[in-house]
């Protein structure tokens, strides 16, 4: 059991590229962080500073209170799972388990006790005598996992280990690891680039961007407050809706502007004095005006381009005659997700609407917004902007 530090964690590589800088977190005995961003933000370079994989070029790593930068991987005391989790073709899944410890010339006792537990925990029991060839790709990576289990290690560091497996598998095997975590209690690091996973697994989510850690939180405080623009467009799924807006105090009561539309801000809910802004409003925070009426000043009369029927509800996709928000932090953490799409002219919004909705493609239909849950940003600096 052991608690992890990294301390102003850095990586440049020997062609000068900077894949971390300066990197602050302190992740507590038992806990799950999930570093997330999209691929080269340098995700991998920390778990592999951490293994001791990887030269630290600045900065500390430190494992239960001890700063581990010049030992080797094998006296971190630490095990890793990978998403190339090659097995060994000739070997049991039992021997698969038990080579690194006879390995370490574990006694043969405790082998056999560590593999058998390891076994009953994830399943294994019928599957110990097989090769893994004859296993499907689920039962393989709960070997994987067999495999860093047994060696009873201070933490674990997974980078990216489901990406191999097709999607259904990979959201029971997600499920599998939290559960495996929490019992074992050890302290994880787990990478992805797929937020769903960092929010479904993580304790705690760490976002980076281009080496930069850009918050760090639970995953419901990400949602809620994300700290910029990149956070806001990145967590959340389909992606939270940008406009440029204006700020305008009208008979005391503030406004929100863009286009045909005029929102009312709710009381608090934002401290600034610009008068220009990017505000965010999730696709879940929209309804069919028709199943939700609108409240005053919260109403967004759109033409509907496509209607997606997703079983439990609709997504309806709608432009407005507004320029889309453009912008290297929006675009860069919306490369997975249906964001703009590149030369349009038009800004592309996302409602995620109740299933009963009438909403017809080159209809109009009338929108409800949830104002209470809007978000605003600094324009320059993309920066949540504070609420008062
Ligand atoms: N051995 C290396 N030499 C030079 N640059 C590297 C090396 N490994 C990774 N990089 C660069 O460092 C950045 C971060 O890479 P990486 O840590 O693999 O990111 P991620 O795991 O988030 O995709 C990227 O720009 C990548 O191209
Ligand atoms: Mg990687």
Redesign the pocket.
Known sequence: MAEIGLEQLT?I???G?E??SALDLEIADGELVV?V????????????MVAGL?EISGGTVQIGGRIVNDLLPKDRDIAMVFQNYALYPHMTVHDNMAFGLRQQRVPKVEIERRVTEAGLKLGLVDAMRKKPRTLSGGQRQRVAMGRAIVREPQAFLM?EPLSNLDAKLRVEMRAEISRLQRDLAVTTIY?T?DQTEAMTMGDRVAV?RK?LLQQVAAPQTLYERPANLFVAEFIGSPAMNLVEADLVRDDGRLTARFGDVVLHVPEGHVETDKTRVVLGFRPEDLEDGAIRPAQPGAALQVMVDIREDMGAEVYVHFTLAVPPVRRHDVQEASERSAGDVPGARAAMFVARVGRETGAREGEPLALSLDTSRLYFFDVDSGDALARS
């Open positions: 990586k590589y020997a062609d590229t894949a971390v570093f961003g999209p691929s080269g933000c340098g995700k991998t370079s920390v778990l592999r990887e980078d990478v680039h980076m080496g």
